[in-house]
């Protein structure tokens, strides 16, 4: 059965500190992987995608990883910001020709200032 | 700004009205879908529309019932609904159904079932 697991389930951390957030995923066959930030009462929104063949990308303060060979992702965010304060959800997709995806639980992250 | 939009943002209803949800996109998207998400869970997949026409149905009640009038709107028509079923309803699309592609996510609408 396919499952993305994320921890940690949440975090607390000062404005202006860096953290990071896991994503460990058993998903197969593997498209990509994608990284999505929902504020609270509102819809996601993309922040990254990862394809088997990358390891980094970036997108401003937010740096993501993937280690396909051990299937795991993280999100780095560099500087923390108030707005920065969200769910973190990582949501894998399998490539068997129809729109199979998988979400995790997300990281609910607060930055108190 | 997102560029689904979703309507309306609250809605609260008893167990015996009828009431719709409303999602509308100008991307050109031909793959819109329905997701429901409880607090602090990641969403689920309710319904896909390919091409307007309906291409996955995740075993939904059928006190659900969605509808693709065109290739920009997506409704979902809610009616005799339980206090279970209070969650946010998002609505997202993307340019095909495929696996590649980005999700488009509306903001959702909170339902309320007392």
């Known amino acids: 059965k396919n499952q993305v697991e994320q921890s940690p389930q949440s975090l607390i951390i000062l404005e202006g500190k860096n953290c990071t957030l896991q994503?460990?995923?058993?998903?197969?066959?593997?498209?990509?992987l994608r990284w999505y930030k929902q504020d609270t009462g509102r819809g996601p929104v993309s922040l990254t995608i990862m394809t088997f063949s990358e390891n980094t990308k970036s997108n401003g303060r937010y740096t993501a990883t993937l280690d396909a060979d051990t299937k795991q992702s993280s999100l780095h965010i560099t500087a923390s910001q108030l707005s920065d304060s969200a769910s973190y959800i990582c949501?894998?997709?399998?490539?068997?020709?129809?729109?199979?995806?998988?979400f995790g639980s997300g990281t609910r992250l607060q930055v108190q200032p | 700004d997102t560029e689904v939009t979703q309507t309306p943002k609250h809605l609260v209803m008893g167990m015996t009205n009828k009431k719709s949800l409303k999602c509308e996109q100008h991307?050109?998207?031909?793959?819109m879908y329905w997701y429901k998400q409880k607090a602090k869970k990641p969403p689920e997949l309710m319904f896909v529309y390919s091409y307007e026409k309906l291409s996955i149905n995740e075993s939904v009640p059928s006190r659900f019932s969605p509808e693709c009038p065109n290739s920009s709107l997506l409704n979902l028509h809610l009616h005799a609904l339980q206090p279970e079923d209070s969650a946010l309803y998002l609505c997202?699309?993307?340019?095909?159904?495929?696996?590649?592609?980005?999700?488009?996510f509306g903001e959702g609408s909170r339902l309320t079932v007392l």
């Open positions: 994503c460990n995923y058993t998903v197969s066959p593997f498209s990509n």
């Open positions: 997202a699309s993307s340019q095909v159904r495929q696996d590649t592609g980005e999700l488009f």
């Open positions: 991307m050109g998207h031909r793959a």
């Open positions: 949501v894998v997709s399998a490539d068997t020709g129809r729109r199979a995806l998988t």
